[in-house]
């Protein structure tokens, strides 16, 4: 609800949104311009009295003179029947320049406070305030869940490009677009009356001055008393009205000054309301705060770049809502498969799914989890079996369709009577990897729901991971299920094979090194990073199979390092790959595996080919920071993947240290006992606030895992804290 509220709020008012955001930008820059401008800062030990008595002799006409928030001091005046404005040096009382406001920063001022509408658009620019802050409200409630809380809320962000984009924008200018907003519309309610006038009242006008000849206006008692600083404006009396008075105005109140003694005749301090509205008008302008006016327009840039990006996302999700054909009525349905989903990604699983079971002779009836309890339990008289598929939202919470799910699942006091299997979507790099689809199975334990298939999960959508989920509801239920999700991959480039290494032979596990640069000519490499994925498409396959990239575009080649596994679709078509063979290929950002900035060490694990990502991060430590290599491998004689390339970087120092390990040795061990063996130099380095960094086999990275809680449990700390750090990261498949 939260997410379809702030989209369609975004999508609604954009234009008045983006319109307000960049003038508001751009007006930002007008204090940055004053204070630049002040040529001479005036000192509090210069009065006003001694300001105005040098103004006497250079602007002997002049009739007011106003100290603007950036502490420029103008003095206005008419000399010839023409008026004119200059900026005077304070300290000398000459002319710097002539001063006008510009004509564009005027009409750009009228257009963010009015839309150029007169009331009306003031009407409309305070409700687009109101709308921005609500935004910036709902926005920051769902980036913290995406991330897991308040206290993770400098996580890194996980997701497509423009989600990222989108989410860390957000994160940087919240408080800047919070301040705006929230400024803006008091601002507006205070205009139309919905609060209080703040205005002080006038002080009393004296009904009776002494009227002798006008004292000249640097003896003046009253004006030597003040200090420039603390000058927002004086206007002179009227010439030759000896009854006229001067009419001063400063940061403390507003009074009038007798012409001829220089005595203050009256004085009426601010109120506490007049000064809580300046304040707030300052907050919200920056004018006397350049600096906080330059945040506040860098804040509201962001806005352009949060619409466009909203956009994108907002339409990306439309395209991939999916429609489920041939759904059966739930009353005449045997299956029913309920789907708990955030961006609709799920839904193209569940739609796979369902065509599947239709296919094979079952009648399915698939909905969202949310719509599970608004049906009698007679409904579901025929089901034989339920399915769920339920992705997480952020660190553990319910996916927007199954918002509800167990909060009605826990008042119902009868459930139908059918057997249950859940399946997780999630990303391990998230400490709650699939946790709502564990609670979900944990609530239907609790209910006497009887399982089908233990809780199964998958990450990062793997269609393989699906499929063999597939595989095994099929041997359940008896019969041979497909599946076979095919998601909507962007355009591929052609690669050719230049190079390539083959190792593992001996020991029958041959894995083999390639290196593959662009077939065009004079066309580069699409940009990537060592970490990053390289989905390729075998021939005669639908489904990319994906590889972490052992190097970056700017190597100016594209690495993987692979084995062959027996049947492989895609593993056996690289293999047969000679030099110059070409490969269709796409590259998928995977910014979540990748070393973090900083001069804390970084340890690399990893065995067999998932040292392909490890070596990458390694040949791109120009800057030598301190790096331990962790891998484990068959044999050293047959597979020791990247033996020669290791060895020199331990001599270059891109590598600090190598620990290497073989399963088919004599001194037979696996890379999570050679971590236990090491246990007081790992605890070292993560006390130095060192990241880790895993790639390879999920067996091997949950071996890695527990070894490592044992490792660390001393530092009263485990890996689920260190994830939640964003120093833990894993690449697994």
């Known amino acids: 609800m939260l997410r379809k509220f702030h989209s369609w709020f975004g999508l609604i008012s954009t234009v008045l949104v983006v319109l307000l955001s960049i003038t508001g930008a751009v007006l930002s820059v007008n204090p940055v311009i004053e204070f630049a401008q002040v040529k001479v ?65 005027v009409w750009l001022k009228k257009l963010h406070r009015s839309y150029l509408l007169g009331s009306l658009g003031r009407i409309g620019a305070g409700i687009t305030a109101f709308i921005i802050l609500l935004l910036t409200i709902s926005g920051a409630i769902m980036v913290t869940k995406r991330l897991g809380g308040w206290r993770q809320i400098l996580r890194p962000i996980q997701g497509a490009f423009r989600q990222r984009l989108h989410c860390q924008m957000g994160r940087v200018a919240v408080l800047a677009l919070m301040l705006s907003a929230t400024t803006g519309l008091y601002m507006s309610a205070v ?92 907050l919200h302008t920056g004018e006397g705060l350049w600096w906080l006016g330059l945040l506040l327009g860098l804040g509201a840039l962001a806005v352009p770049l949060m619409s466009w990006t909203g956009i994108q996302i907002w339409w990306s999700r439309r395209r991939s809502a999916t429609t489920i054909n041939n759904n059966t009525a739930l009353r005449s349905a045997d299956t029913v498969i309920l789907v708990g989903s955030e961006g609709n990604s799920t839904w193209g699983f569940a739609k796979t799914f369902h065509n599947a079971l239709n296919l094979v002779g079952y009648r399915a ?35 927007a369709s199954a918002s509800h799910f167990l909060t009605q699942l826990d008042k119902m006091t009868e459930i139908p009577e059918f057997l249950v299997a859940v399946l997780g979507f999630g990303d391990r790099q998230f400490p709650g990897f699939c946790q709502y689809a564990k609670d979900v199975q944990t609530a239907l334990t609790a209910k006497g729901c009887s399982q089908l298939l233990p809780l199964d999960t998958i990450n990062r959508q793997s269609p393989q991971e699906f499929s063999r989920w597939g595989n095994t509801v099929g041997r359940m239920i008896n019969t041979e299920l497909s599946l076979l999700y095919t998601p909507n991959y962007p355009s591929c ?224 700390i485990d890996v689920l804290t260190l994830k939640a750090q964003g120093r833990y990261r894993e690449d697994v498949y």
Not at 212 to 218: E, F, G
Not at 220 to 243: Q, W
Not at 592 to 614: D, E, M, N, Y
Not at 672 to 686: C, M, W, Y
């Open 41 to 105: 800062v005036a000192t509090p030990s210069i009065s006003v009295a001694e300001l105005t008595g040098k103004l006497a002799s250079s602007h002997p006409d002049a009739e007011q003179i106003q100290r603007t928030p950036s502490g420029s001091i103008i003095v206005y005046y008419t000399e010839n029947g023409q008026t004119g404005a200059d900026l005077i040096n304070p300290i000398t009382g000459e002319t710097i320049e002539a001063y006008s406001n510009s004509p564009v920063m």
């Open 191 to 282: 205009t139309f009356e919905l609060l209080p006038d703040y205005q002080s009242l006038e002080p009393v006008f004296p009904e009776s001055v002494k009227g002798d000849l006008p004292a000249s206006i640097d003896t003046l008692t009253a004006l030597k008393s003040i200090p420039i600083s603390e000058l927002r404006e004086l206007v002179y009396p009227y010439k030759n009205d000896h009854n006229d008075v001067y009419s001063i105005t400063t940061h403390q109140g507003r009074g009038f000054i007798d012409q001829s003694t220089g005595q203050l005749l009256s004085f009426k301090p601010f109120n506490n309301k007049q000064k809580l509205y300046e304040f707030i008008y300052m």
């Open 365 to 399: 009836h698939t909905m969202s989890m949310n719509n599970f309890a608004n049906n009698s339990v007679s409904c579901y008289s025929n089901i034989k079996q339920l399915f769920i598929l339920t992705a997480t939202y952020g660190d553990g919470g319910a996916p």
């Open 493 to 716: 480039t052609t690669l050719s094979l230049v190079e390539r290494v083959d190792y593992g032979a001996e020991v029958k596990a041959p894995t083999a090194v390639l290196r593959f640069k662009q077939s065009a000519v004079n066309k580069a490499l699409p940009h990537f990073e060592a970490g990053d994925l390289v989905g390729i498409l075998a021939p005669g396959s639908k489904v990319a199979r994906f590889y972490s990239l052992a190097s970056a575009s700017k190597d100016s080649m594209l690495e993987i390092c692979i084995r062959l596994h027996s049947g492989g679709l895609c593993s056996s078509f690289l293999h047969s790959l000679s030099v110059g063979d070409s490969i269709e290929a796409f590259i998928q950002l995977n910014p979540s595996f990748r070393p973090a900035s900083g001069k804390a060490p970084i340890v690399l694990i990893g065995a067999g080919t998932g040292i392909g990502p490890l070596v990458g991060f390694i040949r791109n430590n120009k800057s030598h920071h301190r790096i331990h290599l962790y891998w484990g491998g068959r044999s050293r004689q047959s597979d020791f993947l990247y033996e020669s390339e290791l060895n020199s970087y331990l001599k270059d120092r891109r590598l600090t240290e190598l620990n290497t390990v073989f399963s088919r040795s004599n001194n037979r061990s696996y890379v999570q006992e050679k971590i236990a063996v090491d246990s007081l130099e790992i605890r070292g380095l993560i006390a130095k606030g060192a990241q880790i960094l895993v790639c390879g086999g999920r067996d091997m990275a949950s071996s890695v895992m527990v070894a490592l809680d044992e490792v660390i449990a001393p530092m009263g």
